[in-house]
């Protein structure tokens, strides 16, 4: 079964028919953490570094890095027992504006925080393909981890 993965959202499975999606990662970030041991894989499509206030932090936790990492992997380790040293964690997109000028930068932004929320977990990264100027899909095959990304110029 294919299960996408929107914006602001996280999917977790251990069926391995199952395949999760993403698309058009531009400056928002995709976190892939995946249990060789038992087989589960979990994706969540980060769009902002951290909750600008408290509603935000309890309405859409899962938007945000900051709030957002921290369910994907707990849920992956609650909720289908993996262990959090078994865990393969990849990151992908936080491309950069093709706008001269601006001054946002949330694509690097987004990068740092989900290192950053990772980091204060205890995790490393070990695959990134991150920046440019390129906007990724992703599939990630539940039964293998494996992630491929289909990559468009972003022109807008």
Not at 19 to 39: E, G
């Amino acid at each position: 079964m294919e299960l996408i993965v929107g914006m602001g959202e996280y999917i977790v499975s251990d069926k391995e028919d199952d395949i999760i999606r993403t698309f058009a990662l531009a400056s928002c970030v995709a976190v892939t953490a995946y249990s060789p041991v038992k087989k589960v894989a979990g994706m969540i499509h980060v769009v902002l570094p951290s909750p600008l206030d408290i509603k935000d932090q309890v309405e859409r936790p899962d938007y945000f890095a900051e709030t957002g990492v921290p369910l994907l992997i707990n849920k992956m380790c609650r909720e289908y027992g993996c262990l959090k040293g078994e865990l393969q964690i990849h990151i992908y997109g936080g491309a950069d504006s093709i706008r001269d000028n601006d001054i946002f930068n949330v694509g690097r932004r987004n990068i740092a925080a989900v290192i950053s929320a990772l980091a204060e977990m205890g995790f490393g990264v070990q695959k990134a393909d991150v920046g440019g100027s390129e906007s990724r899909t992703l599939t990630m095959e539940v039964v293998t981890g494996t992630v491929k990304v289909n990559r468009q110029p972003i022109k807008i």
